[in-house]
């Protein structure tokens, strides 16, 4: 029983182009949402969050949309440079410890 | 700081054999967590410690897998007898209280012939 999916294994995307990564997740309860990246032989590094109170939070380059009616985020990395290529998780939680539920991941590739 | 330190990096066994992973936090971190990274299902809460005592172990797969935490600047996992299906990345975090991010470590490669 998945609550958090990232249906999309991986993602090919131009540089320079828009990155769009995907999660999905089933428990109404999560009320808050994390992005971690992770590169080959390291450990993941968080990368952004958001409150279920807001429906976007942005830093940089990174933005994070929550669309709670559709149970839905997404990360938008605008624009992509090679050194984004990545695996990102989605991770959500539902209680005031925080204890993380996570995606598969997605593997994005950004071609030069 | 050093971040959270795992060790070994690389753990090739034979299978039945006894596996002891290991993890340092970072100073002053009350919150440690065990994972499990596979292809198949991502990536598995284990079991997390609040000031060394375990909170949570249900991710915990079966009797094989054990872990402790002496005190707070050590935790192992350690599974017995091992399997082939153990195969996998473990990854140790820690984080300062509830609102804190995790912090992770670099992992430890598990593969059980």
């Known amino acids: 029983d998945q609550q958090v999916k990232q249906n999309s294994p991986s993602l090919s995307v131009q540089e320079g182009r828009i990155s769009i990564l995907n999660c999905d997740y089933t428990?109404?309860?999560?009320?808050?949402f994390l992005w971690y990246k992770k590169y080959p032989a390291e450990g993941p590094t968080f990368l952004i969050s958001?409150?279920?109170i807001k429906d976007k939070n942005e830093d940089g380059r990174f933005t994070v949309f929550l669309n709670k009616s559709a149970k839905h985020l997404s990360l938008h990395i605008v624009p992509s440079q090679p050194g984004d290529s990545a695996v990102y998780f989605c991770?959500?939680?539902?209680?005031?410890?925080?204890?993380?539920?996570w995606g598969a991941g997605t593997k994005l590739i950004i071609k030069p | 700081d050093a971040g959270v330190i795992q060790s070994p990096r690389h753990e090739v066994t034979e299978m039945g054999q006894e596996v002891t992973l290991r993890c340092k936090p970072i100073s002053g971190h009350d919150y440690l967590f065990w994972y499990r990274q596979t292809m198949m299902r991502g990536l598995e809460l284990l079991i997390y410690?609040?000031?060394?005592?375990?909170?949570?172990d249900s991710g915990m797969p079966e009797d094989r897998f054990s872990a402790k935490m002496p005190n707070a600047s050590f935790s192992t996992l350690k599974i017995q007898p091992s399997e082939p299906r153990d195969s996998a990345v473990y990854f140790c975090?820690?984080?300062?209280?509830?609102?804190?991010?995790?912090?992770f470590g670099p992992g430890t490669r598990l593969t059980v012939l």
């Open positions: 428990n109404s309860m999560f009320d808050y």
């Open positions: 991770a959500a939680s539902a209680d005031s410890n925080y204890q993380l539920i």
């Open positions: 410690f609040n000031n060394n005592v375990p909170i949570d």
């Open positions: 958001i409150s279920s």
């Open positions: 975090a820690s984080r300062r209280d509830p609102s804190d991010t995790q912090y």
